[in-house]
């Protein structure tokens, strides 16, 4: 028999999970509870247990705790754990999978047949670990069920032949063997949030608890699914739908099922998912058309915006989906005024008149396009002796924020603004010759002015008039220092010059452009080896000077920050 423990606050939650659980017809019995997780952890240390019910929420110690407390007890068997939960509770989970979670129950769902089978597959999962030799390893999905899948990715997405499918043991199973006695529907589901992640092992968890989601939403309905996971962001469920829903009710399944799997992922991962649903077709050799259908719908996110699902009637919108397809973007015009130093904000738009007049075409062929129109405005600032990162600094680069955006609206706006930043860098009434000392003594009256104020690069290059990056390459190469020791140097001989005056010493740091005494302290010594004090001692060595006990404390702290 399979040992359970139950570990939950609420009596009543584990009353329920006794009585309308089946656990004997599963080989499976509850031997422990607990209503806290420093309480279980102290019973799992004592006893054998195989499978761990755990609600997230609790006193003394909670789920999370619990679960990351476990990878630090040396077990002689690893228990499969699910967690329990409530709606509103995404982040939770999520960080429930990332400790390694097999499934989540939702607390109201609890005796329904979506929780059961949960139960049933984690006892299953159990059964074939406990075949295996290594039990450190986590448990494989059955064979079959893998090479499936497996099979399924290959065909849909990399052109694997049917032909190979026909001759192998895959043509007995009946879910391909049945293809054609049932009507299937594609589904494609894009997780927008996950583009762009840098943290590849939280990807990993993240998608494994979206393929927990779809396959416990789908088991709720009077279908056959399989999910598949194409990569981190994109979903793919085929599902078997038997004939007797005409074509209404299977419309209406189709939607139930959507706005399940959306409000769920919304619910307890905050995912913004996007959608499409194929064709109803009949026959395994129609899913890589239906996938290829869905792949088109899903991509008039790009005209838009997120959030949204598409069916197979709004491929119409498209005036085309041929990637293939030439046309002109015209924006010479745009290109001759930036580089004449002309206002260029009609160009623009007419511009974007002439992209629109194309309809809402593959959203690949208008990427590139614009993809073209940076390599344009890169050469433009070639030819001024300039690059990318003169014009943002440490900012990515056009491309890289290109990437990673999939929204004509905002697209557009980003390349406007880029397009006004570039004009800044290269137009004659904002780019001063380098041998040009005006720029550099403009910066310079700025700050002999104003260097008892909080004031910055960014904002002596506003004032001026030219890219920030700009300004401080001309400064370093006229000057031979950097624009920001010059400011530094310019108030430490200020504060010499105050340290002469029976000002006080946070005075002084205040009236030098110092507005922390400490800071100023650190900063002044670092630039003549001597605190504000042993240097005002200096002064005075012959006429003694009567110190503030502020001061003390303020060189002291200075003396131990050194």
């Not at 054609?180 to 894009?190: A, E, I, K, N, R």
């Not at 999939?406 to 010759?433: F, G, R």
């Not at 000392?437 to 002999?448: F, H, R, S, T």
């Amino acid at each position: 028999m399979h040992r359970v423990m139950l570990v939950d606050d609420e009596i009543i939650v584990r009353v329920g999970m006794r009585q309308l659980i089946p656990w004997s017809s599963y080989n499976a019995e509850i031997v422990a509870e607990s209503s806290n997780g420093q309480q279980a952890l102290k019973l799992l240390e004592q006893d054998t247990i195989d499978l761990i019910l755990v609600d997230i929420k609790m006193p003394t110690m909670n789920g999370l705790e619990f679960m990351e407390a476990i990878q630090h007890v040396d077990l002689v068997k690893r228990p499969i754990i699910i967690v329990l939960s409530a709606y509103a509770e995404y982040e939770y989970v999520r960080k429930a999978f990332v400790l390694g979670a097999a499934d989540y129950i939702v607390k109201e769902d609890i005796g329904k047949p979506a929780s059961t089978q949960i139960i049933a597959n984690s006892l299953a999962k159990l059964e074939q670990r406990d075949l295996s030799k290594d039990q450190n390893e986590a448990p494989p999905l059955y064979s079959f069920e893998r090479e499936k899948i497996q099979w399924l990715r290959s065909y849909l997405i990399e052109n694997e032949s049917i032909v190979k499918m026909e001759h192998s043991k895959l043509v007995k199973d009946a879910w391909f063997a049945h293809s054609y006695t049932t009507q299937q529907v594609v589904m494609l589901f894009h997780v927008e949030q996950l583009q762009g992640s840098d943290e590849g092992e939280v990807d990993q968890h993240i998608s494994s608890y979206i393929q927990a989601t779809l396959k416990e939403i789908v088991r709720r309905f009077d279908t056959k699914n399989l999910v598949i996971d194409l990569n981190y962001s994109d979903y793919v469920i085929i599902s078997h739908i038997g004939f007797q829903y005409s074509a209404m009710e299977t419309r209406q399944l189709v939607v139930e099922m959507v706005n399940q799997i959306k409000g769920q992922l919304k619910n307890y991962m905050n995912l913004t998912v996007s959608g499409a649903v194929s064709d109803v077709s009949s026959g395994h050799k129609n899913w890589k058309r239906l996938l290829l259908e869905v792949g088109n719908l899903i991509k008039l996110r790009f005209y838009d915006g997120t959030g949204r699902v598409y069916f197979y009637e709004d491929l119409q919108r498209f005036t085309s989906t041929d990637p293939s397809i030439k046309f002109n973007w015209e924006i010479r015009g745009l290109l001759y005024k930036l580089e004449m130093g002309q206002s260029w904000v009609e160009e623009w738009r007419l511009s974007i008149k002439s992209l629109q007049q194309y309809g809402q075409i593959n959203p690949d062929i208008v990427i590139s396009k614009y993809r073209t129109l940076l390599w344009e405005l890169e050469s433009l600032l070639y030819l001024r002796g300039l690059n990318w990162s003169d014009v943002l600094g440490d900012r990515e680069s056009p491309h890289e924020v290109l990437d990673q955006l999939y929204d004509n609206t905002a697209i557009l706006l980003w390349l406007e603004q880029l397009i006004s930043t570039v004009e800044k860098c290269i137009d004659a009434k904002h780019l001063m010759p380098s041998t040009h000392p005006g720029l550099v003594e403009m910066a310079c009256k700025i700050m002999d002015r104003d260097y008892a104020q909080p004031i910055s690069l960014a904002q002596i290059s506003e004032q001026i008039g030219v890219n920030a990056s700009y300004l401080s390459k001309i400064f370093s190469k006229e000057t031979g220092e950097n624009l920001i020791d010059y400011l530094t140097k310019k108030r430490i001989e200020k504060a010499k010059e105050l340290l002469q005056s029976k000002l006080k010493i946070y005075e002084v740091g205040e009236r030098a452009g110092y507005h922390n005494q400490t800071h100023f302290s650190r900063v002044f010594k670092k630039n003549t080896g001597l605190t504000p004090i042993q240097y005002r001692d200096q002064i005075y060595r012959d006429q003694p000077y009567e110190k503030d006990k502020g001061e003390y404390f303020y060189e002291e702290t200075a003396s131990v920050i050194n």
